[in-house]
């Protein structure tokens, strides 16, 4: 509330009359300017007042005219009027005034003014000689009635100065009524002009708090117009937002800064031109949002955040726009106003994430989730249109070994350039994704051409197989892949994922860096496996597996010096069946470490009723060696048996050594420390096979019988044999070769110096009846121990 200084009389009226019109609640700031309108209202009507009262002064001193006291009536009179004339010169400083120039006197000055002209108003009505004439007294009633009236209008919106004017003026007039003559006439006269006081003083009450409300929201509307008014210069002057509108034709009639900068084109352009036409031209055609947009205005419809993929000012960017169809009063359509901005930031943000929740982070090719979501609209499209399509597992061979031997960071960068020569591959259609570790997919949504999947599937078998450079170092890697086309081999996308990968299965069985077809015999294949693995989990509890011997002999004498276990299952229905068959099911689930234990027991309970210089070789799974604690198990076998290590050989191949090569060396070194030997197998298969006799000492190497069959009639084979017997003299190991089937190979291989030959030239792997026999005839002195042995197995097998 405005404070106006002076008596507190001052205060204390203010207050009662602004809490009267509801001016008490408004801020400091809105009551100032209020208080210069009410001012103002008041100023408006001075020269009305003045006009009143030189009327009613001059019909005054024409009463009192002969009157001694005429001079007295002139002289108020007199006063009252250049006190008129003053407030009119101060009406008019004021009109100049603004609302904050408005000085807090100004209020209080009006009020005692408006008090002074009352109180002189009511001098001049008791001045009259009213005690000769009830005309004089009648008129002076009407004429203090006429001032009461003026004063309502003028100071009707001011309360304070009206009550202030009214108040000494109706006291005046009351005491010249009633001075005179106490009759009821006079009373009335009197009550009459009281009522009229009281009904102005209420009139002008309620008038004075409408004027409060109306100019409190008038104010209210103005700061709010004024906000508006900064916040849209703000905008308009914004570069990423921006005002646009168009008129009831369509054609631009509002352009801000922002839309200029944005498009590049000059406002003089803009304005004017179709602003439908105008995106048309700056959106890529067939914009399926921006056909929303012109269906929306066409139709007259507000739109709201309409995401549109423009070409401004050269640069690819992306505009928000909203906007809202306008209509005057009586309906008539205006045209658009909306607003515009420019959100590509946030779009190339949204971009990102997307990204990234869709690729893999590091190759940057499709993760497996946008993969199979891929897969399901590629099955979907087959579903609705009939278009095939093909589905390509990857896996790269031998990826394992690079990522334990060279490190992670290494696998990683082979990850990565093998993606890249991937995508180089791949068409623009086609998708590529990583679905983890060393595995990849292809979906080709275009390839329905068998011909034609072959001849990519070669091409990536070609480029992934050329070398790598990873820090200065050659890295080399192969890939197997397997391929399943849709519809023919499956449309459902469980059933194309799963004779992809078992075509890939496939492959990888097949000698690997290969690709495979899917053909129905695999899933009767699969099916087949997953029989055996059923059977094959009953089979150690039925005893239905067995082992063979096969005997090794000296090289030079070429009797038995230890004899190599060879498993059989021997299978109720399908008879014996060979390790090649089930070993890769049992490592396919966990079986291998039950049936691997299992081996090395039942060897070493053999071997113990053997001749004491025979020795016992076990083959060990890679699988079996890694899922468990193998030197323990060794340990136990001996225990259990009774064999003396020494008598105990484990085979492994290279394989074994591909993963995790320290680990292993560990392990192997724990069961050489029991005193078992440990042999390498299949020597001369692998990839690096000299550098895995670096990493452990062997106790022997056994030649692949692949070696042994070809020197027959290969020059180059029998000097490989050479070269790997020489080498086994230099590291000081026994070389046994494998697979002797002619006496010639087995010549030969004496010649250079061979320890031990196995081979069906000696004896096939031999069961349980016929290696007593062999061991009678083989091992002289020994043949009533070998009898016996013998009469023992022949009453097993009759019980
Ligand atoms: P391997 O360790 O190389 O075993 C030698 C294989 O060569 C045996 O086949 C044997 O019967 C065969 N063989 C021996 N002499 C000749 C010959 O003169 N000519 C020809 N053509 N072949 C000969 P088998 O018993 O079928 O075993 C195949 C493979 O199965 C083995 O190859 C071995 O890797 C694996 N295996 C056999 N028994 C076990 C076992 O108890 N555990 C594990 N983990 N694997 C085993
Ligand atoms: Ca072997
Ligand atoms: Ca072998």
Redesign the pocket.
């Known amino acids: 509330m405005i404070r106006i200084p002076g008596s507190g009389l001052f205060s204390v009226v203010n207050r009662f009359v602004d809490r009267a019109i509801g001016a008490d609640g408004l801020s400091p700031l809105v009551r100032q300017k209020l208080l210069h309108q009410q001012l103002r209202s008041v100023a408006e009507m001075t020269p009305a007042m003045l006009a009143a009262s030189v009327a009613v002064a001059a019909v005054f001193l024409m009463l009192s005219w002969g009157s001694p006291r005429f001079i007295w009536v002139a002289v108020a009179v007199g006063v009252i009027v250049a006190m008129q004339l003053h407030s009119v010169y101060l009406a008019f400083r004021h009109a100049q005034a603004t609302a904050h120039s408005v000085p807090n006197t100004t209020g209080r000055r009006t009020i005692i003014y408006a008090l002074l002209l009352g109180v002189a108003w009511a001098l001049v009505l008791n001045l009259l000689p009213s005690a000769d004439s009830a005309t004089i007294r009648g008129a002076a009633v009407i004429g203090a009635g006429g001032l009461a009236c003026v004063a309502m209008m003028a100071l009707v919106n001011y309360p304070q100065a009206l009550a202030a004017f009214i108040i000494p003026l109706i006291d005046g007039a009351l005491g010249l009524v009633t001075a005179f003559d106490n009759g009821p006439e006079f009373w009335a006269q009197g009550a009459l002009l009281l009522i009229f006081i009281f009904i102005l003083v209420t009139i002008s009450f309620y008038h004075a708090s409408a004027f409060v409300a109306h100019r409190a929201s008038e104010t209210l509307v103005e700061e709010k117009g004024e906000i508006i008014g900064l916040l849209l210069r703000e905008f308009e002057q914004s570069i990423s937002d921006w005002i646009w509108g168009t008129d009831a034709d369509g054609a631009i009639n509002r352009v801000s800064a922002g839309l200029t900068a944005a498009t590049g084109v000059p406002e003089d352009a803009l304005m004017g031109a179709d602003f439908v036409h105008f995106l048309r031209c700056i959106t890529p055609p067939g914009d399926p949002m921006f056909a929303h947009l012109e269906a929306d205005i066409a139709n007259r419809e507000t739109f709201q955040d309409v995401n549109l993929l423009v070409v401004a000012d050269g640069t690819e960017c992306w505009w928000s726009l909203t906007g809202k169809p306008a209509f005057d009063e009586v309906g008539t359509y205006l045209g658009y106003i909306g607003t515009g901005s420019d959100i590509t930031e946030r779009k190339l943000a949204e971009r990102r994430i997307t990204m990234l929740a869709h690729h893999d982070s590091m190759t940057g090719l499709l993760n497996r989730t946008k993969f199979t979501e891929n897969l399901n609209s590629c099955v979907a499209r087959l579903e609705r249109y009939g278009t095939p399509f093909a589905l390509m597992f990857l896996d790269l061979d031998h990826f394992k070994s690079v990522n334990d031997s060279r490190g992670h960071m290494t696998g990683d960068k082979l990850l990565v350039q093998v993606s890249r020569r991937i995508a180089n591959v791949v068409r623009d259609a086609d998708m590529a994704a990583r679905l983890g570790g060393d595995e990849f997919a292809l979906l080709l949504p275009s390839e329905c051409e068998v011909a034609d999947v072959v001849a990519l599937a070669e091409r990536l078998i070609h480029d992934i197989k050329q070398p790598y450079v990873i820090d200065d170092e050659q890295v080399n890697v192969g890939v197997s892949i397997g391929i399943a086309m849709a519809p023919l081999n499956g449309t459902r996308p469980d059933q194309i994922l799963r004779n992809a990968d078992l075509a890939l299965y496939r492959a990888k069985a097949d000698g690997r860096s290969i690709y495979r077809l899917f053909e129905s015999e695999m899933d009767s294949e699969a099916r087949e496996r997953r029989l055996l693995e059923g059977d094959l989990r009953e089979a150690i509890g039925n005893d239905e597996l067995v082992?063979?011997y096969?005997p090794l002999v000296s090289a030079h004498d070429e009797k038995p010096v230890g004899f190599?276990?060879?498993?059989?299952w021997n299978h109720p229905i399908r008879g014996l069946v060979?390790?090649?068959e089930f070993?890769p099911i049992a490592e396919h689930s966990n079986l291998?470490v039950d049936?691997?234990d299992w081996?090395i027991f039942e060897a070493c309970k053999a071997a113990v009723t053997w001749p004491e210089h025979l020795t016992v070789a076990?083959?060990?799974?890679a699988k079996?060696f890694r899922r468990s604690d193998i030197s323990q198990v060794v340990q136990r076998a001996l225990a259990v048996s009774g064999l003396a290590p020494e008598r105990l050989e484990i085979?492994i191949?290279e394989g074994l050594l591909m993963e995790n090569p320290e680990q292993v060396v560990e392990k192997l070194a724990e069961i050489r420390a029991l005193g078992v030997s440990i042999a390498m197998?299949?020597f001369g298969t692998g990839y690096s096979s000299l550098s895995y006799l670096q990493k452990f000492s062997f106790d022997k190497i056994?030649i692949?019988?692949s070696f042994v069959?070809a020197s027959s009639d290969n020059e180059v084979s029998r000097d490989i044999l050479k070269a790997i017997a020489s080498l086994g003299k230099t590291l000081k190991l026994k070389i046994t070769a494998?697979?002797?089937?002619t006496r010639e190979q087995a010549d030969f291989l004496a010649g250079i110096a061979c320890n031990q030959l196995?081979?069906?030239?000696f004896s096939?792997?031999l069961d349980s009846i016929d290696l007593p026999l062999y061991l009678l005839k083989n091992v002289p002195g020994r043949a009533a121990e070998v009898k016996a042995e013998a009469e023992r197995a022949l009453g097993r097998l009759a019980s």
Do not use: C, M
Not at 564 to 568: G, H, K
Not at 738 to 741: I, K, L, T
Not at 758 to 761: I, N, R, V
């Open positions: 082992l063979y096969q190599e276990a060879l498993i059989r060979a390790p090649a070993i291998i049936i691997g081996t076990v083959n060990l799974s079996h085979e191949t197998d299949d056994k692949d019988r069959h494998e697979g002797v089937e196995q081979g069906f030239l096939r792997p």
